[in-house]
């Protein structure tokens, strides 16, 4: 008979694991799909909303709490608004990689997602004096080769995958070899993540791109996060959120997840960090290497 597996050992005897994270997409996603948006300047300013007001809004509310999160970005993003991102790193706040211009691995060849990779490393270096150690698949749609791609450029960690309630080292397919000719096989921390928590699913719409035109009250985002919350908790797992500037970092829906970050932080079993550190916690428990394979059709 199928059992879950145990849950892991978290720091200070903590029963469960928490990170808020942010995706600091600002245009890139919707340039992305398709560059004619870029002539509609209502759309356009909905995005650029993110880093110029909702950034600020959100760090101030995280300064207040004194939570240090994980912002993902794209590398265009970066050269673009070159200024939120340092602002976020000047905020001790870890900086993730989250594509070039948002680019969706699946849908690219493998040297088209490893260019992408690349770009935005050279970009965040360029521009904010980082290099990341975490990366999250744009549009939460990693490839078959997103974790080999990163295991060769020395991230610790994934946020792309929906497999398990909590983190695991993620095997990473032989390469051709060491210097010696040796094969040689590695592994990524992988740290899950799920629809259910992201605020696109409750607050996005853009006439004619994305969305029902129904869009959530913050009372009702934050009673659907909660409920992950309690139920992770209740497991012993890693609850995730990703929320993003240009939609959670409107005032009146900001004002509820800052009540949400008051409960998390006031609960004494869990242990809330970036997601650096909780891959590294991950990584420093020797757990076995899961492999993951493409099903057969």
């Known amino acids: ?3 879950l597996p145990p849950p892991l050992p978290w720091p200070g005897g903590a029963r469960a694991a928490a990170s808020f994270t942010f995706d600091l997409d600002a245009e890139s996603g919707l340039l992305w799909e398709s560059s004619a948006v870029a002539a509609r300047a209502s759309v356009i300013t909905h995005q650029s909303y993110g880093p110029l007001v909702g950034l600020p809004r959100l760090l101030d509310l995280l300064e207040r709490h004194r939570v240090r999160s ?17 602002d976020v790193v000047a905020a001790g706040h870890e900086v993730g990689h989250h594509g070039y211009l948002h680019e969706q691995p699946s849908a690219l060849t493998a040297e088209q997602e490893a260019t992408a990779l690349d770009r935005g490393l050279e970009a965040l270096e360029a521009v904010a004096g980082v290099r990341p150690v975490g990366y999250r698949a744009p549009m939460w749609d990693a490839s078959w080769r997103t974790a080999s791609l990163l295991a060769e450029r020395g991230f610790l960690y994934d946020s792309s995958l929906m497999d ?10 032989a390469g051709d070899g060491d210097d ?3 094969p040689t096989s590695s592994s990524i ?22 969305g029902s035109g129904l869009i959530e009250a913050p009372a009702v985002a934050r009673a659907v996060w909660e409920a992950e919350l309690d139920g ?4 012993g797992g890693c609850w995730v959120l990703t929320c993003h500037p240009f939609l959670s970092g409107r005032p009146g829906r900001a004002m509820e997840l800052g009540r949400l970050i008051e409960r998390v932080v006031g609960m004494d079993d869990v242990w809330l960090a970036p997601l650096e550190d909780v891959a590294r916690h991950v ?12 099903p057969q059709v």
């Open 180 to 182: 010696d000719g040796q």
């Open 70 to 86: 994980t912002f993902f970005v794209p590398g265009w993003t970066a050269e673009r608004y070159p200024g939120a991102v340092r």
């Open 164 to 173: 398990a309630d909590t983190p695991y080292e993620l095997a990473v397919p």
């Open 283 to 294: 990584r420093s428990l020797g757990l076995p290497p899961r492999t993951l394979t493409p």
């Open 1 to 3: 008979m199928s059992r």
């Open 189 to 210: 921390v992988e740290v899950p993540i799920h629809w259910a928590l992201d605020d696109w699913e409750r607050y996005a719409y853009l006439p004619d791109l994305v």
């Open 232 to 235: 992770l908790r209740d497991a």
